[in-house]
């Protein structure tokens, strides 16, 4: 069995014009194998925060984690908890141990104090695709995946029971995504997921998201509860 192995303290640190809490933690793997685990919280300290997990692209290190966080900034800015594990053996590592993310995110809360509410799984580009195949394989532990960008991946896809699936990819993605877009997202509805998926006009494979429309998406997403 998993268990908590420890935490760090949090710190608070100034990023732009908000202030936010961050600091890291270690937990260990079903096979003794430990984690170290970023963590992110708006400063205001509220008990009542949701959690994202979000899941780097290329080899998912350290580099690459704070490469991409302005996404996971953009969700602390709007009162996400925002945890980004970072992986000791390279980009599959955590899709090969996507059956351990329900019992890591139950670490992460008793740690935390975070509210109970399913956890949203965030990624971009390969990290995208991750978030996509660790929540099909278990979809009622998810409130639902954004993947800026993602494809799946495989031809196994089980009952998404719903699963909210946010799916953006760039009009002129470099790796050419957006050509298998249309079958990626008829795959998904007809697995069950509900799919909000567009592609970005001018776009390539890595973008800004446009906020207004996801924050639409997480609203809904977050009635649905």
């Given at each position: 069995?998993?268990?908590?192995?420890?935490?760090?303290?949090?710190?608070?640190?100034?990023?732009?014009?908000?202030?936010?809490?961050?600091?890291?933690?270690?937990?260990?793997?079903?096979?003794?194998?430990?984690?170290?685990?970023?963590?992110?919280?708006?400063?205001?300290?509220?008990?009542?925060?949701?959690?994202?997990?979000?899941?780097?692209?290329?080899?998912?290190?350290?580099?690459?984690?704070?490469?991409?966080?302005?996404?996971?900034?953009?969700?602390?800015?709007?009162?996400?908890?925002?945890?980004?594990?970072?992986?000791?053996?390279?980009?599959?590592?955590?899709?090969?141990?996507?059956?351990?993310?329900?019992?890591?995110i139950s670490d992460l809360r008793n740690l935390h104090d975070l509210n109970s509410s399913k956890t949203l799984l965030v990624g971009i580009s390969s990290?995208?695709?991750?978030?996509?195949?660790?929540?099909?394989?278990?979809?009622?532990?998810?409130?639902?995946?954004?993947?800026?960008?993602?494809?799946?991946?495989?031809?196994?896809?089980?009952?998404?029971?719903?699963?909210?699936?946010?799916?953006?990819?760039?009009?002129?993605?470099?790796?050419?995504?957006?050509?298998?877009?249309?079958?990626?997202?008829?795959?998904?509805?007809?697995?069950?997921?509900?799919?909000?998926?567009?592609?970005?006009?001018?776009?390539?494979?890595?973008?800004?998201?446009?906020?207004?429309?996801?924050?639409?998406?997480?609203?809904?997403?977050?009635?649905?509860?």
């Amino acid at each position: 069995m998993r268990r908590l192995f420890c935490s760090l303290l949090l710190l608070s640190l100034a990023l732009g014009n908000s202030a936010l809490r961050a600091g890291e933690d270690v937990l260990l793997m079903s096979g003794g194998q430990s984690i170290r685990v970023l963590y992110f919280e708006p400063a205001t300290g509220d008990t009542d925060t949701p959690l994202a997990v979000m899941v780097t692209g290329g080899s998912s290190n350290e580099f690459m984690a704070r490469a991409q966080f302005w996404l996971g900034k953009e969700l602390v800015d709007r009162g996400w908890a925002v945890a980004v594990p970072i992986s000791p053996d390279g980009r599959d590592f955590f899709v090969e141990h996507a059956a351990e993310f329900p019992q890591l995110i139950s670490d992460l809360r008793n740690l935390h104090d975070l509210n109970s509410s399913k956890t949203l799984l965030v990624g971009i580009s390969s990290g995208g695709s991750a978030a996509l195949k660790i929540a099909a394989m278990q979809p009622d532990q998810y409130l639902g995946v954004v993947a800026t960008p993602g494809r799946l991946k495989g031809d196994d896809l089980q009952y998404l029971d719903g699963l909210p699936v946010f799916l953006r990819i760039g009009e002129k993605d470099d790796l050419r995504w957006n050509r298998r877009m249309d079958r990626d997202v008829a795959r998904l509805q007809s697995a069950g997921a509900v799919v909000n998926a567009a592609l970005v006009p001018g776009a390539k494979h890595i973008f800004p998201v446009n906020w207004t429309d996801l924050e639409a998406w997480l609203e809904t997403t977050l009635q649905g509860l």
